[in-house]
T-cell receptor
Framework: DAGVTQSPTHLIKTRGQQVTLRCSPKSGHDTVSWYQQALGQGPQFIFQYYEEEERQRGNFPDRFSGHQFPNYSSELNVNALLLGDSALYLC???????????????FGEGSWLTVV | QKEVEQNSGPLSVPEGAIASLNCTYSDRVSQSFFWYRQYSGKSPELIMSIYSNGDKEDGRFTAQLNKASQYVSLLIRDSQPSDSATYLCALTPGYTGRRALTFGSGTRLQVQP
């Protein structure tokens, strides 16, 4: 059973460029969330996708956008990159449930983005 | 005030000792609480989840929740050098799946051989 997979693992971009990060959720999971983790900080929620729609969004500018595909995989796009966008980008998958079930959120290994 | 507060550490304990990691939160509607372990350069790994007041034990780990005091802790018994990592406290306002996790900044634990 494959866990959450992310690609690429590392990448370097120049200020002003655009980047696309990809995520495949754990088998059976239908909800994908993206987090940004700067060095020395905890992960910060960017947004969450369910049924191909953005359901919830954190405090991130519109430069950050995403997409979820019918197979539940997801992409995170960041436009007009800034130096401050350098971080570990984490994808998390979970299962949407209608009631309490002790649902667990699983993280991928992340994509390290360096903006120079 | 930060939503989730943790002491950044480092917390240094000798091998075999009990490590106590603490976390306070500001939002009273928080319902689900989690402890994640993160090794340097790796992604967070779920250690414990707790939803009700009291203690929950899993092997060497015990999570403690006190909703009245808005306090959650993680005890690691018989600490090992392999436990050296950053421990992240996280919570959601509801049950997982539907809600985003809010993380603290983490406490760095160092277990001295």
């Amino acid at each position: 059973d494959a866990g959450v997979t992310q690609s690429p693992t590392h990448l370097i971009k120049t200020r002003g460029q655009q980047v696309t990060l990809r995520c495949s959720p754990k088998s059976g999971h239908d909800t994908v969330s993206w987090y940004q983790q700067a060095l020395g900080q905890g992960p910060q929620f960017i947004f969450q996708y369910y049924e191909e729609e953005e359901r919830q969004r954190g405090n991130f500018p519109d430069r950050f956008s995403g997409h979820q595909f019918p197979n539940y995989s997801s992409e995170l796009n960041v436009n007009a990159l800034l130096l401050g966008d350098s971080a570990l980008y984490l994808c998390a998958s979970s299962l949407e449930t209608g009631a309490y079930s002790g649902n667990t959120i699983y993280f991928g290994e992340g994509s390290w983005l360096t903006v120079v | 005030q930060k939503e989730v507060e943790q002491n950044s550490g480092p917390l240094s304990v000798p091998e075999g000792a009990i490590a106590s990691l603490n976390c306070t939160y500001s939002d009273r509607v928080s319902q689900s609480f989690f402890w994640y372990r993160q090794y340097s350069g790796k992604s967070p790994e779920l250690i414990m989840s707790i939803y009700s007041n009291g203690d929950k034990e899993d092997g060497r780990f015990t999570a403690q929740l006190n909703k009245a005091s808005q306090y959650v802790s993680l005890l690691i018994r018989d600490s090992q050098p392999s436990d050296s990592a950053t421990y992240l406290c996280a919570l959601t306002p509801g049950y997982t799946g539907r809600r985003a996790l809010t993380f603290g900044s983490g406490t760095r634990l160092q277990v001295q051989p």
